[in-house]
């Protein structure tokens, strides 16, 4: 079975600061999707950025980038210009290419903004 | 609705008592996913529905938990005899179904507590 470990069960970062969540997972699968959700204190869970493990290029979106290591199993998440709304659980989650569409989710993260 | 709403919010049942969790998806989304999400943990897969399919349960911890997706759209997670390890955030997902954009969009969940 596929595993998602998050081992840094907190973090915190100054705003404006460069902040980098760390995700490892096991898996036997060659091709499978990972993803960086993000959910406040609200608790509606909502899609930070999503990585296919056949593109060998990073993806970003704005002032989110993940470090993609397919060989040592990692999947980091940068965060730069960190804002206050950045303040949240982070959840980085798995999904295999066949069967079931279903997510493996991590323990999480939280993350504080200091101002 | 913009997004995918649960009902109730919040639920209190005293130990034994069956309750019943609803989910409104997206409009036209295919699969519908039930996760628990236990207080400081990550959400865990339940269940997935492709439209009034039930195409994975393997997440269900126990013949006391039963979904439902009759028309392809609304659900209802039901528990009966509840206990208290029961207690948990409900969270409901819907997605397009398709792998190439398959991102969960995420409803606020029910908060369930046992007494």
């Known amino acids: 079975a596929q595993t998602v470990t998050q081992s840094q069960p907190e973090m915190s970062v100054q705003e404006a600061e460069t902040v980098t969540l760390s995700c490892t997972y096991d898996?036997?699968?060659?091709?499978?999707?990972l993803f960086w959700y993000k959910q406040p204190p609200s608790r509606q869970m909502i899609l930070v950025i999503r990585?296919?493990?056949?593109?060998?290029q990073n993806a970003t979106e704005n002032r989110f980038s993940v470090n993609f290591q397919k060989a040592a199993k990692s999947f980091s998440l940068k965060i730069s210009d960190s804002q206050l709304g950045d303040a949240a659980m982070y959840f980085c989650?798995?999904?295999?290419?066949?069967?079931?569409?279903?997510?493996?989710f991590g323990k999480g993260m939280k993350l504080t903004v200091n101002p | 609705g913009a997004g995918v709403s649960q009902s109730p919010r919040y639920k209190v049942a005293k130990r034994g008592q069956d309750v019943a969790l609803r989910c409104d998806p997206i409009s036209g989304h295919v699969s519908l996913f039930w996760y628990q999400q236990a207080l400081g943990q990550g959400p865990e897969f339940l269940t997935y529905?492709?439209?009034?399919?039930?195409?994975?349960k393997s997440g269900l911890p126990s013949d006391r938990f039963f979904a439902e997706r009759p028309e392809g759209s609304v659900s209802t997670l039901k528990i009966q005899r509840t206990q208290q390890e029961d207690s948990a955030v409900y969270l409901c997902?819907?997605?397009?179904?398709?792998?190439?954009?398959?991102?969960?969009?995420f409803g606020p969940g029910t908060r369930l507590t046992v007494l």
């Open positions: 529905f492709q439209n009034e399919a039930q195409l994975d």
């Open positions: 990585q296919e493990a056949y593109k060998q």
């Open positions: 989650a798995y999904m295999g290419q066949g069967g079931s569409e279903k997510l493996v």
């Open positions: 997902a819907s997605s397009l179904g398709q792998r190439e954009t398959n991102e969960q969009f």
């Open positions: 898996t036997s699968e060659s091709d499978y999707y």
